[in-house]
């Protein structure tokens, strides 16, 4: 479960030693309020908000498809105007209780590791790097943790116009203050530093520097062992990521006769937790680290039916379309960021005639997915190079994450 913390006046106001108890009282308000908006309802009614958020989703796309000129009545005629039916939420397997504006929706490790990040702040010579031209240095501290208590703290600085020499001693000092200063009683498995001079880099882009302990951490989801890199995408909910693929796998149907596609595949999770029941699982992804990750993943479960592969989906997947030659079905799984899927990506599985099951797993389903779902689903257009056979929503089933916060995970399942 990852923790993303930028420093600045508000967290800084929150744990700075002698700021007043009321100011800070009022400053965890309002950052409980923005993280975990549904922190004061009881969990049934969390799950009726999210319910009603879902069933929007679908009341959208049908209007949408509609208004496309969609011949398929049985999407745009359904109960309540949906698309099609919509399963009861799956609630989450692992809540954190909020009682208090004070817990906020994170283990107690992730506060004290950034509670000390904070420290060591303070006490540096360097300013943060709130924006880019203002100068400064320390920016981001990513968290993440695994259900054995493994953390891997990792913590992103602009250079600006420092040396090499400069550099390395504020490599140096973040070391020591993590292992033999007061941040040692985080008792971190991993500290990563990576240099920096855009918002968000990849390890190609900036490579991820290890100044101590264990590359990676791990950890273990319906029997199967993932090795997680810093920089690889995994659920950050690991016993509601159980369920959420269990939901995947019993929509997918695959067979021995059936080749899965694992699209944005990160570690591997989804189409490795599927293989036993597939005849070939072949996943797409374009973090490096991730592919690697989910390499390793498959050889140390005894997985031999899966092969991944580095690149952006909008160019590996037409390739491997195009030039498959057996007759297999093709039951595809997309688990893209919130940008959604490529166009090319989407055009590819549209196309590909052998694809008749797909499956959707989106975050924010009311965000680009609404894009992709409508360029699935829409009337053929040779303007848009959409020829193949419309997919229709034969279901939708929300899986909730995400406890606290008006988030869940939405899988829908399309066929044609």
Known sequence: MPLHVLPGP??????????????SCLVLFRLTNVATPLWRFPYEEQLKVKSESQKKVLQTLASRLRELGTDKLEITQKPDGLCCPLRSIVPSQGILSVCEPTTGNMPEKHKQVAQCYEEFLQQSPLDPCLLFHQGGHWRELTVRTNSSGHIMAIITFHPQDLSQDELCNQKALLKEFFTCGPGAVCNLTSLYFQESIMTRSSHQQSPYQLLYGEPYIFEEVLGLKF???????????????EVLYQTVRKLSRADKNTVLLDICCGTGAI????????????????????????????????????????????????????????????VAIVNPSRAGLHYHVVRAIRNCEAIRTLIYVSCKPEGEAMRNFLEFCCPPDSGKKLVGEPFSPLLAVPVDMFPHTMHCELVMLFTR
């Open 10 to 23: 508000e967290i800084g106001c929150v744990w700075k030693a002698g700021v007043s108890g009321v100011y």
């Open 271 to 330: 189409g490795l937790s599927l293989a036993h029941q597939a005849s070939k699982v072949v996943g797409v992804e374009v973090v490096e680290q991730a592919v690697e990750d989910a390499r390793w993943n498959a050889a140390f479960n005894g997985i031999s039916n899966c092969e991944f592969h580095s690149g952006k989906a909008e160019t590996v997947l037409p390739q491997f379309l195009m030039s498959r030659e057996d007759d297999r079905l093709l």
């Open 227 to 241: 090795r997680i890199s810093p920089d690889a995408f995994f659920q950050i909910n690991t016993a509601g990521a």
